[in-house]
C-alpha cells in the first residue's frame, strides 16, 4: 500500500495531467515548458492512478516513459531518475 504523501503527490500530479490536457500533442503551439510539463504528467499518469488506489508501481516503467518525453523535447528527465 502506498503511503498518504505518495498518494497526495500523486493525486496532484493526475490532476495537473488533467489541467494540461490542452497542451499534448507535437502540432500545439503552446508555451514550450507548458508542453514539456504535459507530457510529463501525462506519461505519468497511469503510475499515478496506480499509486492513488493504493497499487504497485514499476519504478523502470515509468522511468521508459520518461525517457519516451525526453527524446521529445531533448531532455534528459529520465536520467535524474536512472541510479
Known sequence: MSSPEARLFAHA?????VLLAGYLGSANAGDPAVRRAAHLAYALHDEAFAVMEGRSVSIDKAVDKLAIVDAM?????ADRFRG
Open 13 to 17: 500530479l493526475y490532476e495537473i495531467r
Open 73 to 77: 523535447f531533448g531532455e534528459r528527465y
